[in-house]
């Protein structure tokens, strides 16, 4: 919306068509980055560490544009979950101000929401003289806490598994050990201090359906499209290892290397209509699941058609079965 403002001004003062070209640093500078906010926190707790009640008043800075600033405070809300706050109140306002608006950075509203979390932890600890890990440790949820505030979410007793990796980690990270090294390392020197630590955190995943399409072309290639986009995560060679799969399950001489025969296109809003959003870390399994039954109905398809010719010719390769 910058950009396009600033663009038509131009053509408006010079009366004719403006093109603008941003570079990555500028375009950072005009539009996107995370939301500014104003924390302010009341805090009681016990002696031993354990918290007993928490309000929150959070302000943030939207910008002049909405973007997506709407989510921020149901994705800040829910990092509150890891911890037993006790009586647990919170106030977060979108600001609208005369700031560039702020995007969707990755975990928006949840990375600042762990941070503020993270920060009372270490004040807490702080001000008692503890360690900051026996703080984390005491204030997160049982499954009956977690239960009596989340009822809705909570799963089943089994699925609740923070403080079974919590203790795992410890365990199997040697942590303990590790600590008495480094406060034997920090005693021991002046100017040098070494630190190591632990957090928990808790992401709210939620699966939305994906568009996929598998194309099998004549030559025996494979083309495949998904909602999606490949913004480094990896999801153009999931989807590519999840159509080679699939499709191989036909169980053609020579299928094995399907992989080869595999690629992966860029969709467009004419070949694959509502292709959706690529956010939430779970657009990768939405979109190997849309391949997956793209391929297991093309699969279903060309079986009648493998076993005519297995009848007749015995063996058939994947090219030759395409050809039919």
Same mark, same amino acid.
């Given at each position: 919306?910058?950009?396009?403002?600033?663009?038509?001004?131009? =053509? @408006?003062?010079?009366?004719?068509?403006?093109?603008?070209?941003?570079?990555?640093?500028?375009?950072?500078?005009?539009?996107?980055?995370? @939301?500014?906010?104003?924390?302010?926190?009341?805090?009681?707790?016990?002696?031993?560490?354990?918290?007993?009640?928490? @309000?929150?008043?959070?302000?943030?800075?939207?910008?002049? &544009?909405?973007?997506?600033?709407?989510?921020?405070? &149901?994705?800040?809300?829910?990092?509150?979950?890891? &911890?037993?706050?006790?009586?647990?109140?919170?106030?977060?306002?979108?600001?609208?101000?005369? @700031?560039?608006?702020?995007?969707?950075?990755?975990?928006?509203?949840?990375?600042?929401?762990?941070?503020?979390?993270?920060?009372?932890?270490?004040?807490?600890?702080?001000?008692?003289?503890?360690?900051?890990?026996?703080?984390?440790?005491?204030?997160?949820?049982? &499954?009956?806490?977690?239960?009596?505030?989340?009822?809705?979410?909570?799963?089943?007793?089994?699925?609740?598994?923070?403080?079974?990796?919590?203790?795992?980690?410890?365990?199997? =990270?040697?942590? +303990?050990?590790?600590?008495?090294?480094?406060?034997?390392?920090?005693?021991?020197?002046?100017?040098?201090?070494?630190?190591?630590?632990?957090?928990?955190?808790?992401?709210?995943?939620?699966?939305?359906?994906?568009?996929?399409?598998?194309?099998?072309?004549?030559?025996?290639? !494979?083309? !495949?499209? !998904?909602?999606?986009?490949?913004?480094?995560?990896?999801?153009?060679?999931?989807?590519?290892?999840?159509?080679?799969?699939?499709?191989?399950?036909?169980?053609?001489?020579?299928?094995?290397?399907?992989?080869?025969?595999?690629?992966?296109?860029?969709?467009?809003?004419?070949?694959?209509?509502?292709?959706?959003?690529?956010?939430?870390?779970?657009?990768? +399994?939405?979109?190997?699941?849309?391949?997956?039954?793209?391929?297991?109905?093309?699969?279903?398809?060309?079986?009648?058609?493998?076993?005519?010719?297995? +009848?007749?010719?015995?063996?058939?390769?994947?090219?030759?079965?395409?050809?039919?």
């Amino acid at each position: 919306m910058a950009a396009a403002a600033s663009c038509a001004l131009a =053509a @408006h003062k010079l009366q004719r068509p403006v093109r603008m070209y941003l570079n990555r640093k500028t375009d950072m500078l005009m539009v996107g980055g995370r @939301h500014p906010m104003k924390i302010t926190y009341n805090v009681g707790f016990k002696n031993n560490g354990k918290i007993t009640a928490l @309000h929150l008043e959070i302000l943030v800075d939207a910008g002049i &544009y909405p973007d997506v600033s709407a989510i921020m405070p &149901y994705n800040i809300a829910g990092t509150l979950k890891k &911890y037993d706050w006790g009586a647990l109140s919170f106030d977060i306002k979108l600001c609208r101000t005369n @700031h560039p608006s702020r995007s969707a950075m990755r975990a928006p509203g949840d990375l600042q929401g762990s941070f503020i979390t993270e920060v009372i932890i270490e004040n807490v600890a702080a001000t008692l003289s503890m360690e900051v890990d026996s703080v984390r440790s005491i204030n997160l949820h049982t &499954y009956t806490s977690l239960k009596e505030f989340y009822d809705d979410s909570c799963g089943e007793p089994l699925e609740y598994t923070m403080p079974l990796i919590w203790n795992k980690l410890a365990v199997s =990270a040697n942590y +303990e050990l590790r600590v008495n090294k480094v406060k034997e390392f920090n005693s021991t020197n002046i100017w040098k201090k070494r630190g190591i630590s632990r957090v928990p955190v808790l992401y709210d995943l939620n699966v939305r359906p994906s568009p996929g399409k598998v194309s099998i072309l004549s030559d025996g290639s !494979v083309v !495949v499209e !998904v909602g999606g986009i490949e913004l480094g995560q990896g999801l153009w060679t999931k989807v590519k290892q999840m159509a080679a799969f699939a499709l191989g399950t036909i169980q053609c001489d020579g299928s094995g290397s399907l992989l080869d025969k595999v690629r992966v296109v860029q969709a467009d809003s004419l070949s694959l209509i509502q292709g959706g959003l690529t956010a939430g870390s779970t657009t990768s +399994e939405s979109s190997c699941e849309a391949v997956r039954l793209s391929c297991n109905i093309l699969v279903e398809r060309l079986k009648p058609i493998k076993n005519k010719l297995q +009848e007749k010719i015995g063996s058939i390769k994947w090219e030759n079965l395409i050809l039919q």
